[in-house]
């Protein structure tokens, strides 16, 4: 099983300020990596798909890196509506993973 | 627009089963695969089992093999969870999700189980 892990745990940001999400896969998941967000009572949404591509309707400040093992969620500068929990998630091997998330809180 | 309900959650005694459906609308449902994904309370996502468009394919996570079963009818435009030998630990929202090839795009609300005595 492919385990991710999510750092960090908590990031304390200021709307308006730079956040910068890590997610680490045990072995190669290639750019079969996804990123969602989460809101307190809502469903998660798809933000990123294959490492870098924005899903549909997601703005641009949200945006995705990385390839093999380190990928990156960056959003270039935090909206009141941003402050969420982000998770990552692979679908290179059985069974699908998700990294335990990074909560984004108000600072 | 597309649109994923659950239904079915409802509190189980431990030992017990439940039947979990997800009613799809909007989009062709045969042409995409689809998967349970659960939460339990204040904790992250699991994936729990997966179905090609076609149902020809499956698989499950461990933690539930052999006691949860998928399935779908592409008629009827549904999803199901089939979930017997319910222990504490399957206490979660239960979530059913597209998959488009790349990610899971539209989840529906969730529907809660609860496993107590």
């Known amino acids: 099983e492919i385990v991710l892990t999510q750092s960090p745990a908590t990031l304390s940001l200021s709307p308006g300020e730079r956040a910068t999400l890590s997610c680490r896969a045990s072995q190669s998941v290639s750019s079969y990596l996804a990123w969602y967000q989460q809101k307190p009572g809502q469903a998660p949404r798809l933000l990123i798909y294959?490492?870098?591509y924005r899903a549909t309707g997601i703005p641009a400040r949200f945006s995705g890196s990385g390839s093999g093992t380190d990928f990156t969620l960056t959003i270039s500068s935090l909206e009141p509506e941003d402050f969420a929990v982000y998770y990552c998630?692979?679908?290179?091997?059985?069974?699908?993973?998700f990294g335990p998330g990074t909560k984004v809180d108000i600072k | 627009q597309v649109q994923l309900v659950e239904s079915g959650g409802g509190l189980v005694k431990p030992g017990g089963s439940l039947r979990l459906s997800c009613a799809a609308s909007g989009f062709t449902f045969s042409d995409y695969y689809m998967s349970w994904i659960r939460q339990a309370p204040g904790k992250g996502l699991e994936w729990v089992s997966y179905i090609s468009s076609s149902g020809s394919t499956i698989y499950y996570a461990d933690s539930v093999k052999g006691r949860f079963t998928i399935s779908r009818d592409n008629a009827k435009n549904s999803l199901y969870l089939q979930m017997n030998s319910l222990g504490v630990e399957d206490t979660a929202v239960y979530y059913c999700?597209?998959?488009?090839?790349?990610?899971?795009?539209?989840w529906g609300q969730g529907t809660l189980v609860t496993v107590s005595s």
């Open positions: 294959d490492a870098s």
């Open positions: 999700a597209r998959g488009n090839g790349s990610a899971f795009d539209f």
């Open positions: 998630q692979q679908r290179s091997n059985w069974p699908l993973t």
